[in-house]
Nanobody, 125 residues
Framework: QVQLEESGGGLVQPGGSLNLSCAAS????????VSWYRQAPGKDREGVSC???????YYTGSVKGRFTISRDNAKSTFYLQMNSLKPEDTAVYYC???????????????????WGKGIPVTVSS
């Protein structure tokens, strides 16, 4: 069964850190573009970060310098290290992967095939 599963979310105080993981099963991440999205209450889903098969990386402006995306193809897992978290980072975070989408300096080009179910992140004191 092909699936992605997020872990590592939860409640954190402003200024704190979380490390989200996304584990793939039923397929390997080799040559896939992998990405993180988030959807805050009452807002549209936005792309947070992506990393391509050729290791091109993108971050949305509001997280640059605070979030770091990485991947470990051998473990079929990719990550989003989130530091200096702010209340406005509160959202449900989704991971996604696709063999043919591309990660460019301006974001993901193409449609992501595989999606996780989402994991909530709450930044609050």
């Amino acid at each position: 069964q092909v699936q992605l599963e997020e872990s590592g979310g939860g409640l954190v105080q402003p200024g704190g850190s979380l490390n989200l993981s996304c584990a793939a099963s039923g397929f390997t991440l080799d040559y896939h573009t992998v990405s993180w999205y988030r959807q805050a209450p009452g807002k549209d889903r936005e792309g947070v970060s992506c990393i391509g098969g050729e290791d091109t990386i993108y971050y949305t402006g509001s997280v640059k310098g605070r979030f770091t995306i990485s991947r470990d193809n051998a473990k079929s897992t990719f990550y989003l290290q989130m530091n200096s978290l702010k209340p406005e980072d509160t959202a449900v975070y989704y991971c996604a992967a696709d063999r043919y989408a591309r990660c460019r300096s301006w974001g993901v080009v193409g449609t992501m095939m595989y999606w996780g179910k989402g994991i909530p992140v709450t930044v609050s004191s």
